[in-house]
């Protein structure tokens, strides 16, 4: 196997405005490109496939966890529950 083909399946972490508490992991589960929001060490959004999953326990934790969420996912925390209640947003233990 090539370096350069191990390389491309190891995931990128980026910090969130300089936060060194908030980041966005992406890389590749069996072929599929997943894009992960950590906020202080906890899994908060996956985003796999099409699909996007919220941690049932930790989503809205705080004040600090639910702005860089929002920042995210692009969209206001009103927007986040709405897709939550219609289904486009499944919750699951991300932890």
Request: charged content about 25%; proline content about 1%; hydrophobic content about 35%.
């Given at each position: 196997?090539?370096?350069?083909?191990?390389?491309?399946?190891?995931?990128?972490?980026e910090?969130i405005?300089?936060?060194?508490?908030?980041?966005?992991?992406t890389?590749?589960?069996?072929g599929k490109?997943?894009?992960?929001?950590?906020?202080?060490?906890?899994?908060i959004?996956?985003?796999?496939?099409?699909?996007?999953?919220?941690?049932e326990?930790?989503?809205?934790?705080?004040?600090?966890?639910s702005?860089?969420?929002?920042?995210?996912?692009?969209?206001?925390?009103?927007?986040?529950?709405a897709?939550i209640?219609?289904?486009?947003?499944?919750?699951?233990?991300?932890?």
């Amino acid at each position: 196997m090539r370096i350069s083909t191990i390389l491309t399946e190891l995931p990128t972490i980026e910090n969130i405005d300089g936060s060194q508490f908030q980041c966005v992991i992406t890389g590749y589960i069996k072929g599929k490109q997943y894009t992960l929001f950590r906020s202080y060490q906890s899994n908060i959004v996956l985003k796999i496939d099409g699909m996007t999953f919220i941690d049932e326990n930790k989503w809205d934790f705080s004040q600090t966890t639910s702005k860089f969420r929002n920042k995210f996912l692009r969209e206001l925390g009103s927007e986040t529950l709405a897709k939550i209640e219609k289904g486009q947003y499944k919750f699951a233990n991300l932890n």
